[in-house]
């Protein structure tokens, strides 16, 4: 009998336990043990109060300091959300005048694919997503290029994510015209700023395109095709071309527009690599077949592509940190020692700390000054000339500096995590087990 009445009093405990915890499942209760512990085993502290740097712990993205946010990067192991960058330093902040083509920039791939966004045609979106956030949002943290899929799709240009060259409602995003007029709204707001778009066109209707991009009132920005260098020559300075208002860079894939339409061909002033899973191979970094050989010299510009076919935000957050980096020197070389000035990818926020920004303001210090980062360039000084830091920090160690030392922390002591832990063990005993 006693056993029984033991056995009675454990299941009501168990059913009283399971009222007040609600209808946790027991894989949920086994994943918060499992940070709990990580937790215990390895925190001090977490940043609360908006000035957090890249590693820190922190809970929201309002922990983090400007030009941050608050994401877990799992597929490099790490179960710790940590405070990661989502902004390049811009370049012409630093040293202002050089040509365009001395610059690069954080470039978007299929920038209008964003997760989450409603369909516009009332059914169900079928097409993968490559971004997280607005091109409003990616232009504010510092995207300057654009990489859009235009189509014919009910009478109008839209923004399209689809296949054999037609957009159906199960792959369409919205009209062009939509993103168009985010662009226009920052270059208007924005005096100083240049943006790219580089399209993949699949528009047929005549002057289609033409027709968009006057109806979005972007025709005012537009930098002329006359003024492109034909052969490799540098471009006009950004100076210049902010002077003269001609602030929006426009390609197309398909080379009669140049002609009909005044829309720069890509390939004529551009090379590119190869995108997607082949384009991500460590080592290699060949041109796609539209484009001239990477060390071609009588391009400009270069595009580096670091995507994968398929888009896999859980792990962008690898792609876009040490593999994007240690493919920036592989295709400089296959490029005849050129840098690139776009580098594209997707899910451009996430990484395991300075990801597709701090690659960019590598690339803009060696294009800018000659230094291995655009923050140890020093305006108006010899090239090659830098100002290194004293001594620089791991990246595979939290970023606990006397910056993020000083400011106001949320106590984690030995007590209090025992509690949370503790209490989640208990939590898994009785509802569980």
């Not at 899929?149 to 939509?178: K, Q, R």
Request: positive net charge; glycine residues 6%.
């Amino acid at each position: 009998m006693a056993f029984f009445r033991k056995q009675y009093q454990q299941d009501n405990m168990k059913k009283a336990l399971r009222k007040q915890f609600g209808s946790w499942t027991c894989m949920d209760i086994w994943w918060k043990v499992l940070v709990l512990t990580i937790f215990f085993r390895t925190a001090d502290s977490v940043c609360f109060n908006g000035k957090c740097q890249v590693h820190d712990l922190c809970t929201t993205n309002g922990n983090c300091a400007a030009g941050l946010h608050c994401e877990t990067c799992v597929a490099v192991g790490d179960l710790l959300p940590r405070c990661t960058r989502i902004q390049p330093v811009n370049p012409t902040s630093k040293v202002g005048g050089l040509p365009f083509n001395r610059y690069s920039w954080l470039t978007t791939h299929n920038s209008f694919a964003i997760l989450g966004e409603k369909s516009h045609t009332g059914v169900p979106r079928l097409s993968p997503s490559n971004q997280q956030d607005s091109i409003t949002d990616q232009l504010n943290n510092g995207v300057r290029g654009l990489m859009l899929d235009m189509y014919d799709f009910l009478n109008d240009v839209w923004l399209c994510h689809s296949f054999g060259g037609n957009c159906y409602n199960f792959t369409a995003y919205e009209p062009a015209i939509n993103g168009l007029k985010e662009i226009e709204s920052f270059l208007a707001a924005n005096p100083s700023e240049i943006v790219t778009i580089i399209i993949e066109d699949y528009v047929k209707a005549p002057k289609g395109l033409t027709k968009v991009f006057t109806a979005a009132g972007l025709m005012k920005y537009w930098f002329p095709v006359s003024r492109m260098p034909q052969n490799g020559q540098d471009w006009p300075t950004v100076a210049d071309m902010v002077a003269k208002n001609q602030r929006l860079v426009v390609f197309t894939s398909k080379s009669y527009k140049e002609a009909s339409e005044g829309i720069a061909y890509q390939w004529k002033y551009v090379v590119e690599n190869q995108y997607g899973n082949n384009g991500m191979k460590a080592g290699t970094c060949t041109n796609r077949s539209e484009s001239a050989p990477l060390n071609t010299k009588n391009r400009s510009l270069f595009l580096q592509n670091f995507f994968p076919e398929n888009p896999n935000l859980p792990n962008a957050c690898k792609d876009n940190s040490a593999s994007l980096s240690s493919m920036l020197p592989v295709c400089y070389q296959a490029a005849g020692n050129r840098w690139a000035n776009f580098l594209a990818v997707d899910f451009y926020k996430r990484s395991d700390g300075g990801g597709a920004s701090e690659a960019v303001d590598k690339v803009n210090g060696e294009l800018i000054c000659g230094c291995s980062d655009i923050n140890y360039c020093q305006p108006n000084s010899t090239f090659g000339v830098c100002n290194l830091p004293a001594s620089l920090p791991s990246a595979a160690m939290p970023n606990m500096t006397a910056n993020s030392a000083a400011i106001s922390l949320i106590p984690t002591s030995f007590f209090v995590r025992s509690f949370l832990l503790g209490f989640q063990i208990i939590r898994l005993i009785f509802h569980c087990l």
